[in-house]
């Protein structure tokens, strides 16, 4: 398995809080990824990085912040939470050959 | 823009019945096609992909899919499923550059009946 770890892994928060989810690798690879999955909707993309500081955003970005100041890390901010934010958070790694490589996901309930 | 069409959120099948998963896509360009397999409380793995070349794609488990360009479509096939392949099924699909990630379709939660 690709070495992506995502933490935390479960996290329960009050509306209007900050909330920073991590995710990292080992892989050394190039591009990273944030994913939202909900019900309904299947996976879909909040904000990618094409490498250090190159970020860029995805199909459901609004309220969500992303910086990448290392290969390895890849950090997802809420910078105030909404219950519209409840969902499963996955990160996903890829060196460019299109196959992605997915984390184990971060369930965020906001209260 | 590109997209991704799954028909059948459900789709469920007796133990030893072939299973057919469906997906339509939308593509500007070429597309690279690909099939994730979620269980539960887990991430995706890959299933298969389609990039160029034989359009009959071979995956792990007994999974393959064909790539049909005149239908649009790179539908998910197993001759014979089996209890353990309960799970969510999802069709991605890119457009070559890389960079920017999959679309993926809604997902198909196949259901094996014993």
């Known amino acids: 398995d690709a070495g992506i770890t995502q933490s935390p892994r479960h996290k329960v928060t009050e509306t209007g809080t900050p909330v920073t989810l991590r995710c990292h690798q080992t892989e050394n690879h190039r591009y990273m990824y944030w994913y939202r999955q909900d019900p309904g909707h299947g996976l879909r993309l909040i904000h990618y990085s094409y490498g250090v500081k190159d970020t860029d955003k995805g199909e459901v970005s609004d309220g969500y912040s992303v910086s990448r100041s290392k290969t390895e890390d890849f950090l997802l901010t809420l910078e105030s939470a909404t219950s519209s934010q409840t969902s499963v958070y996955f990160c996903?790694?890829?060196?460019?050959?299109?196959?992605?490589?997915f984390g184990s996901g971060t369930q965020l309930s906001v209260l | 823009a590109q997209s991704v069409t799954q028909l059948g959120s459900h789709v469920s099948v007796s133990e030893g019945a072939l299973v057919l998963l469906r997906c339509n896509y939308s593509s500007s360009v070429p597309p690279y096609l690909f099939w994730y397999v979620q269980y539960p409380n887990q991430g995706l793995q890959l299933l298969l992909k389609y990039t160029t070349g034989a359009t009959l794609v071979k995956g792990i488990n007994g999974f393959e899919a064909e790539f049909k360009k005149s239908e649009t479509s790179f539908h998910l096939t197993k001759p014979s499923a089996h209890m353990s392949d309960a799970a969510e099924y999802f069709c991605?699909?890119?457009?070559?550059?890389?960079?920017?990630?999959?679309?993926f379709g809604k997902g198909t939660h196949l259901i094996i009946q014993p």
């Open positions: 991605a699909v890119s457009d070559g550059g890389g960079a920017d990630g999959l679309t």
């Open positions: 996903a790694i890829s060196s460019g050959q299109e196959k992605l490589f």
